[in-house]
């Protein structure tokens, strides 16, 4: 077997003793390995010193076995035969460091989810295979060196991107920790869904009485920088290190902050309103789903933080009617352009929350076809006392108050034909329950029916909250509504479905249908992870770092996820979620500096021709041609890297030496696949 010795390094290796370690994990594995035949083959491996299984090597007893034969046979390497690195990769380098080896001579063989779950039928199959799976740990194993974790320091400031309930959770919590947040909101208020909501389920309470008050926090928390119609731009460095440059977009109105700094006293906007009424140009407002109107310069709801107006360019004719009735307070500039601000922070938090899955793409329900069917996100404002009916439900098409209410759940969602979502949207059902009592409570004699797959109550109190909705006089039926059609003359709507308990199909008419809809991640969701190098899911949710033991981390060290952009949350485990984040995001600020992993590439200049093939392939920018004595060569930002590969891979002189994963290490165990140990 070849010697595989680091650049940075002359000192001869000593000759490899390798502690192997086969982990029962109950009958997780040793139901389907024999744990006795793969011991006995073990025993047979070059340089494999000493064997040992144990029915859960995670345990304390079994961490204290692998420290005592550590000291007392004197091992170079340790191979631990067990589940995913993803899992307890730590734990096992904690017991390795703990026997006094450097930890980053402990290798993992995955015997669990590569092989006994996957082989449970083929006992004999799954035997070889952990056979061939520890023989290539050992063969790494034996080639492994001492690594040493480096230090960088962090600033002592944060990043929140998102301002809904979670990013604003996450970002009061840092901020009330003693960290400088930035808090950066795309529209022109903070609030995110939770803003257009009427009640919140299942204790019914007022949305907007227990946002605002979090708004305001927010709003005039020392500690926190808040920036609205703002996107991340562009992003540079690491973890404790990141520079993010912020594109603030040209509102058009100057905060009293801002007119002061321009010299204007007493000047600025106060929210008066003055521009808004003498303003010639009308739109739908967004907010309203579409179902209001607003002026080119307008405030995007009541309850906005902060308090400003807001111009919307792409409909004001710049007539300079809203700067006359603005006068002396001289708030508004129909000249402001974009700007770019540049801040440095040491951790981020992505909040970026979710949007309302596009349902006029399943044509079979008629959205946006037929005038008296609308989306849930739409029946929140139409039932709303701050929407633009004042809070009486009405049919779009006659402004009638509806007496039979059809609410379709699922409506793009668990949806595997290829045009809706395959996944559950999960509070769908709770909050079609909570529509369904609104209108009991606001309508006499209405009457709601509910078309449902399964309805998943799945929170503290739901269950009871389904049952009281059923005694409230609710109509339930089992099915998924096949086809919606219009009475071309009344505008009422026929539902066809299938009720599944009953076994056969029914129409129904009604006068109003609320489709439940889907709910996805956002456009920008999908840019600032990519600017931040987030890894995210089929479906394009942001991926954690682990489901289970780091659900707030992400495979980019210092940036965490919050809320919906994760996958779809009510606001109860998005609030959790957020504390999580801060938590964690809180954590190296406060220590000052964090310990990155040594798995690095590193340039052996003897080799570097200074070709910068290398240089434009790294996902992570961390490397770039520099002149050192007389020559151009490739150096490595360490605290960028990733240890990916790609440079090493690519490298056409060999110049790249990959720390962990060098290249003899990986000829090593493809030898000891491929010649099965004949080495």
């Given at each position: 077997?070849?010697?595989?010795?680091?650049?940075?390094?002359?000192?001869?290796?000593?000759?490899?003793?390798?502690?192997?370690?086969?982990?029962?994990?109950?009958?997780?594995?040793?139901?389907?390995?024999?744990?006795?035949?793969?011991?006995?083959?073990?025993?047979?491996?070059?340089?494999?010193?000493?064997?040992?299984?144990?029915?859960?090597?995670?345990?304390?007893?079994?961490?204290?076995?692998?420290?005592?034969?550590?000291?007392?046979?004197?091992?170079?390497?340790?191979?631990?035969?067990?589940?995913?690195?993803?899992?307890?990769?730590?734990?096992?380098?904690?017991?390795?460091?703990?026997?006094?080896?450097?930890?980053?001579?402990?290798?993992?063989?995955?015997?669990?989810?590569?092989?006994?779950?996957?082989?449970?039928?083929?006992?004999?199959?799954?035997?070889?295979?952990?056979?061939?799976?520890?023989?290539?740990?050992?063969?790494?194993?034996?080639?492994?060196?001492?690594?040493?974790?480096?230090?960088?320091?962090?600033?002592?400031?944060?990043?929140?991107?998102?301002?809904?309930?979670?990013?604003?959770?996450?970002?009061?919590?840092?901020?009330?920790?003693?960290?400088?947040?930035?808090?950066?909101?795309?529209?022109?208020?903070?609030?995110?869904?939770?803003?257009?909501?009427?009640?919140?389920?299942?204790?019914?309470?007022?949305?907007?009485?227990?946002?605002?008050?979090?708004?305001?926090?927010?709003?005039?928390?020392?500690?926190?920088?808040?920036?609205?119609?703002?996107?991340?731009?562009?992003?540079?460095?690491?973890?404790?290190?990141?520079?993010?440059?912020?594109?603030?977009?040209?509102?058009?109105?100057?905060?009293?902050?801002?007119?002061?700094?321009?010299?204007?006293?007493?000047?600025?906007?106060?929210?008066?309103?003055?521009?808004?009424?003498?303003?010639?140009?009308?739109?739908?407002?967004?907010?309203?789903?579409?179902?209001?109107?607003?002026?080119?310069?307008?405030?995007?709801?009541?309850?906005?933080?902060?308090?400003?107006?807001?111009?919307?360019?792409?409909?004001?004719?710049?007539?300079?009617?809203?700067?006359?009735?603005?006068?002396?307070?001289?708030?508004?500039?129909?000249?402001?352009?974009?700007?770019?601000?540049?801040?440095?922070?040491?951790?981020?938090?992505?909040?970026?929350?979710?949007?309302?899955?596009?349902?006029?793409?399943?044509?079979?329900?008629?959205?946006?076809?037929?005038?008296?069917?609308?989306?849930?996100?739409?029946?929140?404002?139409?039932?709303?006392?701050?929407?633009?009916?004042?809070?009486?439900?009405?049919?779009?098409?006659?402004?009638?108050?509806?007496?039979?209410?059809?609410?379709?759940?699922?409506?793009?969602?668990?949806?595997?034909?290829?045009?809706?979502?395959?996944?559950?949207?999960?509070?769908?059902?709770?909050?079609?329950?909570?529509?369904?009592?609104?209108?009991?409570?606001?309508?006499?004699?209405?009457?709601?029916?509910?078309?449902?797959?399964?309805?998943?109550?799945?929170?503290?109190?739901?269950?009871?909250?389904?049952?009281?909705?059923?005694?409230?006089?609710?109509?339930?039926?089992?099915?998924?509504?096949?086809?919606?059609?219009?009475?071309?003359?009344?505008?009422?709507?026929?539902?066809?479905?299938?009720?599944?308990?009953?076994?056969?199909?029914?129409?129904?008419?009604?006068?109003?249908?609320?489709?439940?809809?889907?709910?996805?991640?956002?456009?920008?969701?999908?840019?600032?992870?990519?600017?931040?190098?987030?890894?995210?899911?089929?479906?394009?949710?942001?991926?954690?770092?682990?489901?289970?033991?780091?659900?707030?981390?992400?495979?980019?060290?210092?940036?965490?996820?919050?809320?919906?952009?994760?996958?779809?949350?009510?606001?109860?485990?998005?609030?959790?979620?957020?504390?999580?984040?801060?938590?964690?995001?809180?954590?190296?600020?406060?220590?000052?500096?964090?310990?990155?992993?040594?798995?690095?590439?590193?340039?052996?200049?003897?080799?570097?021709?200074?070709?910068?093939?290398?240089?434009?392939?790294?996902?992570?920018?961390?490397?770039a041609l520099i002149e050192k004595d007389g020559k151009t060569v490739m150096q490595?930002?360490?605290?960028?890297?990733?240890?990916c590969g790609t440079c090493g891979g690519f490298c056409p002189g060999g110049a790249?030496?990959?720390?962990?994963?060098?290249?003899?290490?990986?000829?090593?165990?493809?030898?000891?696949?491929?010649?099965?140990?004949?080495?």
């Open positions: 077997m070849a010697e595989a010795v680091s650049p940075t390094t002359s000192e001869k290796p000593k000759a490899p003793r390798i502690g192997v370690f086969v982990c029962h994990c109950g009958t997780n594995i040793a139901g389907s390995i024999d744990i006795d035949a793969v011991k006995e083959y073990v025993k047979t491996l070059p340089n494999v010193e000493h064997v040992n299984d144990y029915k859960y090597q995670c345990s304390m007893p079994g961490q204290s076995n692998i420290q005592e034969a550590i000291r007392e046979k004197d091992l170079t390497g340790v191979v631990v035969a067990a589940c995913s690195p993803r899992l307890h990769e730590p734990t096992f380098r904690a017991a390795t460091k703990d026997g006094g080896l450097n930890p980053f001579r402990f290798e993992m063989a995955n015997i669990r989810e590569q092989n006994s779950w996957v082989h449970m039928h083929d006992p004999a199959g799954a035997t070889e295979k952990a056979k061939d799976a520890i023989r290539i740990a050992v063969a790494k194993a034996s080639l492994l060196e001492d690594l040493y974790p480096k230090s960088v320091p962090v600033e002592h400031a944060a990043m929140v991107v998102g301002a809904g309930v979670a990013g604003m959770q996450a970002a009061l919590d840092l901020a009330n920790s003693g960290i400088k947040t930035y808090l950066i909101e795309k529209a022109p208020s903070i609030g995110g869904r939770m803003s257009q909501l009427d009640k919140t389920f299942p204790t019914l309470d007022c949305s907007q009485c227990i946002l605002t008050p979090k708004m305001v926090d927010v709003g005039r928390a020392e500690n926190i920088v808040l920036m609205v119609n703002s996107e991340v731009e562009e992003v540079e460095g690491y973890i404790g290190n990141f520079d993010v440059t912020i594109r603030r977009k040209a509102t058009g109105v100057l905060s009293p902050a801002e007119a002061e700094a321009k010299g204007i006293v007493g000047g600025g906007c106060t929210g008066c309103g003055d521009c808004d009424p003498i303003c010639p140009v009308t739109k739908p407002n967004e907010f309203e789903m579409g179902m209001a109107p607003r002026k080119a310069i307008y405030i995007y709801h009541p309850q906005v933080v902060p308090l400003l107006y807001t111009i919307d360019w792409d409909s004001c004719v710049k007539c300079g009617l809203c700067v006359e009735a603005c006068g002396d307070k001289k708030a508004i500039d129909l000249e402001m352009q974009d700007e770019l601000v540049k801040v440095k922070v040491g951790t981020v938090i992505l909040a970026t929350g979710f949007e309302v899955f596009p349902i006029e793409t399943k044509e079979e329900w008629g959205y946006k076809r037929y005038d008296n069917v609308i989306t849930s996100l739409e029946f929140e404002r139409l039932i709303c006392a701050s929407g633009p009916t004042g809070g009486h439900l009405v049919r779009p098409s006659d402004g009638e108050t509806p007496m039979r209410v059809a609410f379709v759940l699922c409506a793009g969602s668990r949806d595997s034909t290829g045009v809706g979502k395959p996944y559950c949207s999960r509070f769908c059902c709770m909050y079609s329950l909570k529509h369904a009592h609104q209108i009991i409570e606001k309508i006499p004699g209405v009457m709601p029916y509910i078309f449902y797959m399964d309805i998943r109550s799945f929170g503290k109190a739901y269950e009871e909250f389904y049952y009281r909705i059923q005694d409230e006089g609710a109509k339930f039926i089992r099915g998924r509504v096949s086809n919606i059609q219009e009475d071309p003359v009344t505008k009422n709507l026929r539902v066809y479905a299938e009720d599944t308990l009953l076994g056969r199909p029914m129409e129904l008419e009604v006068d109003m249908v609320v489709l439940a809809a889907a709910v996805q991640p956002t456009e920008l969701t999908n840019k600032t992870r990519k600017l931040f190098g987030v890894s995210c899911s089929t479906d394009g949710w942001l991926l954690e770092a682990h489901p289970k033991l780091n659900p707030c981390g992400t495979t980019t060290a210092g940036v965490f996820v919050a809320g919906a952009c994760q996958s779809p949350k009510d606001i109860p485990d998005s609030v959790a979620s957020a504390e999580g984040a801060a938590s964690a995001a809180s954590i190296p600020i406060h220590r000052g500096e964090v310990e990155l992993e040594p798995y690095y590439a590193m340039c052996v200049e003897e080799k570097c021709a200074g070709c910068g093939l290398c240089v434009n392939l790294c996902p992570y920018s961390a490397l490595v930002t360490e605290a960028k890297c990733k240890g790249i030496w990959m720390n962990h994963f060098a290249t003899p290490q990986i000829v090593a165990q493809i030898d000891a696949f491929l010649l099965g140990g004949e080495q």
